[in-house]
């Protein structure tokens, strides 16, 4: 498995980054509004050894993001796209940390990690990063790490030379502590609207 290193910038790389449907995309935050966590805690980037830790915590951080969908969707939609929302969750989280086509960072405190994120570069469009997922332990949120965590993607973006960042969320309320972020972080909302419908037999 690939080490990613932060300075290694493919340029002229062709990215893969497609919005995937669903919650795939969609980014989990804490409010902006919450209490630090301080000096200790390090970003550094993505470590072969991280990756079981940082799987684990995503699922239990999308566990209230899924709950929303499911709520705005009803049980016979969620369930159609998601029969099983964990084991998507975990090799979604697993090829983000792990592609060639994306840089990842984790968020480590005491030694572990506790958030992490990915981006990709030329995404879209030539000079695009795309923030592909931000995720932190539910133990450690509403304290601005998923802020600094794409602080630092965003610092990553510039040094690799892109001049525009972009990242996709839901509009349920599971998603709102990620709509605030961004927004206080000074992106632009670019409404979208997606309509769902079972094909009847």
């Not at 301080?38 to 993505?46: C, Q």
Request: hydrophobic share 40%.
């Amino acid at each position: 498995m690939k080490v990613k290193n932060p300075n290694y910038c493919r340029r002229d790389a062709e990215r893969d980054a497609m919005v995937r449907s669903g919650a795939e995309c969609y980014s989990v935050a804490p409010q902006v509004d919450s209490e630090p966590v301080g000096e200790e805690l390090e970003i550094r980037s993505f470590q072969e050894a991280d990756l079981d830790a940082v799987v684990e915590l995503s699922l239990r951080a999308w566990e209230p993001v899924y709950a929303s969908l499911r709520e705005a969707l009803g049980d016979e939609l969620f369930l159609r796209l998601k029969p099983d929302w964990r084991v998507n969750q975990a090799e979604d989280v697993r090829a983000s940390c792990t592609s060639d086509e994306r840089d990842a960072f984790v968020a480590v405190a005491d030694g572990r990690p506790i958030g992490f994120v990915t981006v990709a570069l030329n995404a879209f469009n030539e000079g695009m990063g795309v923030i592909d997922i931000v995720g932190v332990d539910p133990d450690f949120q509403r304290r601005g790490i998923a802020s600094r965590l794409t602080e630092h993607a965003l610092l990553h973006m510039r040094r690799c030379g892109m001049d525009i960042a972009a990242v996709g969320t839901g509009g349920d309320s599971g998603h709102a502590p990620a709509r605030a972020m961004y927004e206080a972080l000074g992106f632009t909302s670019l409404p979208v609207a997606r309509y769902l419908k079972l094909l009847d037999e």
